[in-house]
């Protein structure tokens, strides 16, 4: 991707506002129901109506969508609001009916971007066209996946591309639908700066507490835009219920966040020195949350070793693991010394837990 000034193009080619804001339904239920939302959604910091047509289910018998008619509800929308819009599309066939309904965007689903295949034949099918079509990360935390989806149709001649984070699932529980892993989205801007990165916070969320953190740090990271689902009726949405919020609250939502306007030359450094924090900060947060998960591993020694009657400090063991790290930390820049200290630290607190 040589021409990587020519990514970013689309974004102002539309006209669109820095963040660029996409809100709506997860699905299209009716066509009141979309046009409405899309009417309270026209004069706020929204300028795409989302809505999928199409809805790829982790288990059947789930509402999958309404099909083509949908299509048509989104016209209407725009017709009567102005606002661009944008759709899932899974397959050619899906992608021949959106060109034929004349859908602005096109966006590829995390379950689509999991598959080479699918994604090869939907770039094909927009072979020629200029579609702009935003890419979800693959479910699984795999950046050469994703970026791999993104060559696929930049191959094909789709130029006007972005990308759209919306967390990765992992058997653990966590308090997100998806984990966010801040890193991967973070390592992807680092390598394709010019590609729009768009935050989802809906999927990684699964509820509505913490989609305004989420939003934040998107924004602190200098993410291009957010992709909000917005539901007048949340509770009672044929799909992803839980996440959904209301035109009003994301509207609320818009005015509390901090966004960074475009800045002078002066402001570069004050801009790039929050970055880098905002970046310390998602490290020390991954930093307690590894601390944490060590010692409730420490927990489950500590339960075998009462069972066993067995004592809790085994120095060869901790000898080596000292060792062990020693030398691991010189190879990634790290003083003996600094690692002395924390692996005595963590393993005090490693002891106290398994003496509990
Ligand atoms: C959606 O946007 O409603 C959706 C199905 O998203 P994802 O592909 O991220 O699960
Ligand atoms: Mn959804």
Redesign the pocket.
């Known amino acids: 991707m040589e021409n990587k000034k020519e990514l970013r193009n689309w974004l102002t080619d539309f006209g669109l506002d820095h963040p660029l804001v996409i809100a709506g339904p997860?699905?299209a239920e009716t066509e009141e129901q979309l046009v409405k939302i899309a009417h309270q959604l026209k004069d706020s910091d929204v300028s795409v109506l989302?809505a999928?047509i199409w809805?790829?289910r982790t288990r059947p018998g789930n509402f999958e969508g309404v099909g083509e008619k949908g299509l048509e509800w989104l016209k209407t929308a725009k017709e009567e609001t102005g606002l661009l819009t944008t759709t899932?599309v899974a397959n050619p066939a899906h992608v021949e009916l959106a060109l034929k309904h004349d859908i602005d965007i096109l966006?590829i689903?995390?379950?689509?971007t999991v598959s080479p295949f699918n994604v090869q034949e939907i770039a094909d099918a927009l072979k020629g066209t200029n579609k702009t079509v935003l890419i979800?990360n693959p479910?699984n935390p795999d950046l050469s996946l994703w970026l791999g989806a993104v060559e696929r149709f930049y191959t094909a001649g789709v130029k006007n591309l972005g990308v759209?984070h919306?967390g990765f699932s992992s058997y653990e529980k966590s308090k997100y639908r998806n984990n966010p892993e801040w890193q991967i989205p973070i390592d992807l801007q680092t390598k394709f700066p010019d590609l729009p990165l768009i935050l989802?916070p809906?999927?990684i969320a699964g509820n509505r507490e913490l989609l305004f953190d989420l939003s934040q740090t998107a924004l602190d990271l200098n993410f291009d835009g957010l992709?909000v689902?917005t539901h007048y009726d949340p509770d009672n949405a044929w799909?992803?219920a839980a996440q959904q919020i209301t035109p009003e609250t994301l509207i609320q939502i818009m005015n509390d966040l901090k966004i960074k306007k475009v800045v002078s030359e002066s402001e570069e450094f004050m801009n790039s020195l929050k970055n880098l924090r905002a970046k310390i900060d998602i490290s020390d947060q991954l930093l307690l949350e590894v601390l944490s998960k060590r010692m409730k591993i420490s927990d489950e020694i500590g339960k075998i070793k009462k069972s066993q009657n067995v004592a809790i400090l085994q120095t060869q063991r901790w000898n080596e693991i000292l060792g062990k790290m020693i030398l691991k930390g010189e190879e990634q820049g790290l003083s003996e010394e600094f690692i002395l200290k924390l692996f005595k630290a963590v393993h005090m607190e490693s002891i106290n837990h398994q003496k509990r």
């Open positions: 997860c699905s989302r999928g809805k790829p899932e966006w689903g995390a379950r689509t979800k479910i759209i919306r989802d809906s999927h992709m689902e799909s992803d």
